[in-house]
T-cell receptor, first 112, second 116 residues
Framework: QKEVEQDPGPLSVPEGAIVSLNCTYS??????FMWYRQYSRKGPELLMY????GNKEDGRFTAQVDKSSKYISLFIRDSQPSDSATYLC????????????FGSGTRLSIRP | DTEVTQTPKHLVMGMTNKKSLKCEQH?????MYWYKQKAKKPPELMFV???????INESVPSRFSPECPNSSLLNLHLHALQPEDSALYLC???????????????FGPGTRLTVT
């Protein structure tokens, strides 16, 4: 079993829809939870990070962490064609410092 | 300056060549990383430098040799690579060194390497 599981998609939704992206994990020691966005042929870009459980909102993006279920989500409201990219969840243990574990990424396409 | 730069953007090399990839950041970050990314896969960690010292080597073959000449610059020296080493090589930096927490990593655009 992988430490972090993420549905690779592809996921295609119409412009303006609410998008829900999810990851599950098995390591209960994970404390930091991140979402990266990667456009084709570019490096990943850090979108949001959350410490422990709870919600965090930034503009059209909301990250949720449920540590009891080992489940994290990223919601995108009023989705735009420019949101079309691969979204990678990532997480790490405080004690492991530099090493972050990535999910496999979900390819998202927003149809105009 | 809030970005990580990488050169070259593309590199084609033969299996007997020696080449180097370069990464720079001027954000005062204390840790720098090399990742390898194959198509449709997540980045795989190769090396971590913290305060200019190698702190993590993920059992990477010796044909990859990292170097950190100063706090802003990171190189990856390549020698006798194999075709299966063809990939996107990403550099990243984070504000905190080791020990600490580096969840906040900033990536460069990558060097697309092809080994023939």
């Amino acid at each position: 079993q992988k430490e972090v599981e993420q549905d690779p998609g592809p996921l295609s939704v119409p412009e303006g829809a609410i998008v829900s992206l999810n990851c599950t994990y098995s390591n209960s020691a994970f404390q930091y939870f991140m979402w990266y966005r990667q456009y084709s042929r570019k490096g990943p870009e850090l979108l949001m990070y959350t410490y422990s459980s709870g919600n965090k909102e930034d503009g059209r993006f909301t990250a949720q962490v449920d540590k009891s279920s080992k489940y994290i989500s990223l919601f995108i409201r009023d989705s735009q064609p420019s949101d079309s990219a691969t979204y990678l969840c990532a997480m790490n243990e405080y004690s492991s410092a530099s090493k972050i574990i990535f999910g496999s990424g979900t390819r998202l396409s927003i149809r105009p | 300056d809030t970005e990580v730069t990488q050169t070259p953007k593309h590199l084609v090399m033969g299996m007997t060549n020696k080449k180097s990839l370069k990464c720079e950041q001027h954000m005062g970050h204390r840790a720098m990383y090399w990742y390898k990314q194959k198509a449709k896969k997540p980045p795989e960690l190769m090396f971590v430098y913290s305060y200019e010292k190698l702190s993590i080597n993920e059992s990477v073959p010796s044909r990859f040799s990292p170097e950190c000449p100063n706090s802003s610059l990171l190189n990856l020296h390549l020698h006798a690579l194999q075709p299966e080493d063809s990939a996107l090589y990403l550099c990243a930096s984070s504000p905190r060194g080791v020990p600490g927490n580096s969840y906040e990593q900033y990536f460069g655009p990558g060097t697309r390497l092809t080994v023939t």
